[in-house]
Each structure stands twice: as structure tokens, then as C-alpha cells.
């Protein structure tokens, strides 16, 4: 566990987190994309990407990294390295692994704990002997867009993103660990 400048606490993940992480994934996950996608479609994503199941058996997968965010004891962003996913072939990099989530509630945008969530990926990410993080981003998100850019991340391809059975236009971004 880690004490940040920004006054937040950052730990790994347990299997404890699962139900909050679980809700707190569908509220962010809405709360940034409920507008893209219809109901039925962003309805279908949700249900299958973040329940309380799900979430424990990513907490209890050693090729999957939780971090949790807290501020006064409160979960208010999460983080996943999921080191066992291929890169794209867009990303040209060796010893990659994938930031296969990171939300913030909007609550704390702006705050500086993005970034000091970020920085504790990245530690995650050398102890396990990687140089290189990669994403995937939505081309319409220009807020997520300039924080990757700002820690680094360059644009190097693009992927596909289903959201139920509508397709996103995502960015595979990738920076150095």
C-alpha cells in the first residue's frame, strides 16, 4: 500500500473488493460512455464485463493486476495490467503488457490521482520485467486521450471496441513503462 502527494491510498486489489469494484466499474464505465452507445448495446457490456464474479476471478488471476484508489477509505479509481493479453500487431514493442482498464470517478477528475495511478501501473508493470504499456482508448474521448498523451502514450494504431454488438473506433496507444 502507498500514500500518494495527492492524498490517496493505492493498494492492490482482493478478492474482499470484488461486489464494490463491481459497481463501481458499471457506475464509472456509464458515466463516462452511457451517451455512445443505446441502452440495449452499453445495457449488454455492462452485464457482462463487470459483476461481483467477474471482478474476483480478475482479483485472483496472477495474470491480471488490480490497484484500487482510495481517498478517506473510499474506492474512487481502479486500475488493471493484464500481462498475459497480446499486443496488437501494431505495437511493436517486447516485453508489453496492457492497461486493460483505468477509471477514475468523476468526482476526483482533475485531482492529480490519475496520474499517481498511473505511476503505481508502471511499478506493477517493471517488477514483472516489462518496458512497454499499451491501450486502448475511444477515438471520441479527448479528455482520456490528452492524459495518455500527457504520461507518454503515442498513437500506433487503431482497434475495434465492442460495446454489446456496437463498434467502437478505438486508438491502440503505447508508452514506456
Known amino acids: 500500500m502507498s ?95 496492457e492497461v486493460g482498464r483505468f477509471y477514475f470517478a468523476p468526482s476526483q477528475h482533475g485531482r492529480g490521482g490519475a496520474a499517481a495511478l498511473m505511476q503505481a501501473l508502471r511499478a506493477q508493470a517493471r517488477e514483472r520485467g516489462r518496458y512497454w504499456l499499451w491501450l486502448l482508448v475511444w477515438q471520441e474521448a479527448p479528455q482520456a486521450i490528452r492524459f495518455y498523451e500527457k504520461q507518454g502514450f503515442e498513437k500506433v494504431g487503431t482497434a475495434v471496441f465492442l460495446v454489446g454488438e456496437d463498434r467502437k473506433a478505438d486508438w491502440v496507444m503505447c508508452g514506456p513503462v
Open 3 to 97: 500514500e500518494t502527494d495527492s492524498g490517496l491510498t493505492i493498494r492492490r486489489g482482493v478478492a474482499a473488493d470484488a461486489p464494490e469494484l463491481a459497481r463501481n466499474m458499471a457506475q464509472w464505465f456509464l458515466a463516462a460512455y452511457a451517451h455512445a452507445s443505446d441502452a440495449a448495446n452499453t445495457g449488454a457490456f455492462v452485464a457482462a464485463n463487470f459483476d461481483a464474479a467477474r471482478q474476483a476471478a480478475e482479483l485472483a488471476d496472477p495474470s491480471i493486476v488490480t490497484l484500487l484508489a482510495e481517498s478517506a477509505g473510499v474506492m474512487v479509481g481502479y486500475a488493471q495490467l493484464r500481462l498475459a493479453r497480446p499486443a496488437p500487431d501494431c505495437v511493436d514493442k517486447d516485453a508489453s503488457a
